[in-house]
Structures are given as structure tokens and as C-alpha cells.
């Protein structure tokens, strides 16, 4: 079964300021997706970022960026020039691609709750 | 574009009752994921249907069921409530098992 690990149970960040959520995870499969949800106190998971296992690429989103490491089996999200509305719960999660009866569920880490001071 | 909603907000209910939660999913998508919150155990997987049929489900007691209408809402039921049902139920919605998009969520509570 897939598990996914985020280690860090809070973590806080200067306004302005970069920082880094750890995420691993571990499967058995070679292809699957990643992906960074943010859950802010109005309680609705919003997609940050989405990885493909397949792409060594590392995916971006503005102001948000992963490291893959796909042999460590290593998904960290780094937020550059932090803002206020960045605080919020983050949720790294995991999900096959294809076939299975697990296929289609996403499997989430415990969270981290970001704290941005001004 | 409407995103995924859920009803009602909030839901209190004794235990022993019954209950039901809605889910729209956005314009298109065939896929309803459920999920819970409870404080403290993280999100997990309760149930997905796609295409009006139980796709997979989550280590839940049967007492937790669902459908998934002709128009791919879906609905989720809980019988026999338990004190520890008590939870953020978040609905979501994907077209071809894509990213999911994730509705407001239903907070119950079970007193």
C-alpha cells in the first residue's frame, strides 16, 4: 500500500521569505502522480501544484515550485516571497495513474500547518 | 465556471440517526470522490463513484454508503451514527481520475 510522510508538523516563514514542506512517500509503482493541496481555514483543498512521475521535470506554478526526487522518493513544495495568504495546512498527496483498486483515490501525508508572520 | 458544492455546511445529528450528505460535482466531471477529516486521523478515503457505480472504497463499516445520480451528483449516507463519525466530509470531483477538485466539505457533528 502506498503511504505518503510529511514530517514536519508545522512549520513558519517570514513574509517575503522562501520555505520548504517535506514530503515522502513510498510506492511500488514507477508511474503515478503527486501532488501539493493547500487547506486554508475556509476548509476548501485547493490543487498548488501537480507532479507526473514520468517527467523529470520539476513542475511550477508561479510563486511555487516541487523537487521530485523520484529515487528517493522525495516531493518537497518550496513557496518563494511568502505572503499572508500563504498560511494555511498543506496536504502532500499521492495517486496511481492506472488500473487497480486503488486507482483513483488519493492517498494524503498528515499535513503541515504553515505559519506566515508579517 | 460553478466549482464543487456540497450541502448542507453544517450538520448536527444525534447518534443512532441517519445521515445524508449532497455533493455537485463540477460542470463535466464524472468522477465523486468522498473523503473524511476527522480531528487528528488526516484525510481519509471513504468512497469514489464514476459513471453512477461504486468504483472503489475506503476501510469504512458498511453503515457508510453512497450513490451517484444520472446528473453524477452523488450522495452520501451514514446510518447508525457514531459519536466518532464526527468529522469534515469533503466531496471532490475529477474528470478521468485528473486532478480532483475539492468542494467547501459538510461538518458534521454527532451529539
Known amino acids: 500500500a502506498q503511504t505518503v510522510t510529511q514530517s514536519q508538523p508545522e512549520m513558519s516563514v517570514q513574509e517575503a521569505e522562501t520555505v520548504t514542506l517535506s514530503c515522502t512517500y513510498d510506492?511500488?509503482?514507477?508511474?503515478?502522480?503527486l501532488f501539493w493541496y493547500k487547506q486554508p481555514p475556509s476548509r476548501q483543498m485547493i490543487l498548488v501544484i501537480r507532479q507526473e512521475a514520468y517527467k523529470q521535470q520539476n513542475a511550477t506554478e508561479n510563486r511555487f515550485s516541487v523537487n521530485f526526487q523520484k529515487a528517493a522518493k522525495s516531493f518537497s513544495l518550496k513557496i518563494s516571497d511568502s505572503q499572508l495568504g500563504d498560511a494555511a495546512m498543506y496536504f502532500c498527496?499521492?495517486?496511481?495513474?492506472?488500473?487497480?483498486?486503488?486507482?483513483?483515490?488519493?492517498?494524503f501525508g498528515q499535513g503541515t500547518i504553515l505559519t506566515v508572520h508579517p | 465556471e460553478a466549482g464543487v458544492t456540497q450541502s448542507p455546511t453544517h450538520l448536527i445529528k444525534t447518534r443512532g440517526q441517519q445521515a445524508t450528505l449532497r455533493c455537485s460535482p463540477i460542470?463535466?466531471?464524472?468522477?465523486v470522490y468522498w473523503y473524511q477529516q476527522a480531528l487528528g486521523l488526516g484525510l481519509q478515503f471513504l468512497l469514489w463513484?464514476?459513471?453512477?457505480?461504486?468504483?472503489n472504497r475506503g476501510n469504512f463499516p458498511p453503515r457508510f454508503s453512497g450513490r451517484q445520480f444520472p446528473n453524477y451528483s452523488s450522495e452520501l449516507n451514514v446510518n447508525a451514527l457514531e459519536l466518532e463519525d464526527s468529522a469534515l466530509y469533503l466531496c471532490?470531483?475529477?474528470?478521468?481520475?485528473?486532478?480532483?477538485?475539492f468542494g467547501q466539505g459538510t461538518r458534521l457533528t454527532v451529539v
Open positions: 460542470s463535466g466531471h464524472t468522477s
Open positions: 471532490a470531483s475529477s474528470l478521468m481520475a485528473f486532478e480532483a477538485f
Open positions: 498527496a499521492y495517486r496511481r495513474t492506472a488500473g487497480g483498486t486503488s486507482y483513483g483515490k488519493l492517498t
Open positions: 510506492t511500488s509503482e514507477s508511474d503515478y502522480y
Open positions: 463513484y464514476d459513471e453512477g457505480e461504486e468504483r
